[in-house]
């Protein structure tokens, strides 16, 4: 597996508890837990782009593979982990964090998140990951593959692009801007001034509030 575009990270935490205020001794009964604090980040790193993998009592290999914030790479609970995850990592206190790459973009991200599923392999395959086949879902990995459409605020076809990420690249307009407008969620009419969306065949009627 070649890395060698991605920027990995290991940085001491030094003075992170005078930065931040953090009492060096905790009460709380997950004072064992991994934190970013612990391996050098802090609270200005929470939203770079990581992949990481996750392991349960000092086992050898990961129980699971994911993509995201910094921040979402040290839960370890609640509504974002599925049952298949919280039934294998019963203590979280034993589960490790280990970011294999941060400042990603998504379709970086994405790429590698499938290389190392692919070379672990999902539990129910005779493999070590809890990971939920994310073809069941789509959502955000169908729109980040899926090529995007640019065009003026008329309407008037610009340019193809195969996905938000090259577009981002080739305009220098936010790639979470574009996937947001080909989305048409509230708010995200436009970005960077042009209109997009997921197919070619552009209706006008649909943005007829926007201001040219």
């Known amino acids: 597996m070649n890395n060698n575009n991605f920027n990995f990270k290991d940085v001491p935490a030094t003075n992170s508890y005078q930065r931040f ?42 129980f699971y593979v994911g ?20 039934n294998k990592a019963v203590d979280i206190n034993k589960i490790k964090c280990k970011i294999i790459a941060i400042d990603v ?4 991200a994405i790429n590698l998140e499938t290389e190392l599923i692919n070379k672990y ?21 169908e729109s980040i593959l899926k090529k995007v459409y640019q065009f003026t605020k008329t309407g008037e076809f610009i340019a193809e692009y195969e996905s938000a990420a090259e577009a981002s690249r080739q305009t220098n307009i936010n790639n979470s ?3 947001s407008c080909c989305k048409n969620i509230k708010n995200h009419a436009t970005a960077g001034g042009y209109i997009w969306r997921f197919t070619k065949y552009f209706n006008t009627t649909l943005n007829i509030s926007i201001k040219i």
């Open 105 to 108: 973009t998504d379709e970086e």
């Open 121 to 141: 392999g999902r539990i129910n395959n005779g493999g070590s990951l809890v990971n939920v086949d994310y073809k069941r879902g789509g959502g955000k990995r």
């Open 67 to 86: 993509e995201g914030t910094l921040q979402r790479a040290f839960v370890f609970n609640g509504v974002r982990r599925t049952e298949y995850y919280k």
């Open 21 to 62: 205020g953090h009492r060096k001794s905790t009460t709380s009964r997950n004072k064992e837990k991994d934190t970013p604090l612990k391996h050098g980040y802090h609270l200005e790193d929470y939203n770079r782009h990581v992949v990481y993998e996750h392991y349960y009592d000092n086992e050898e290999k990961p």
């Open 177 to 179: 801007n574009i996937l």
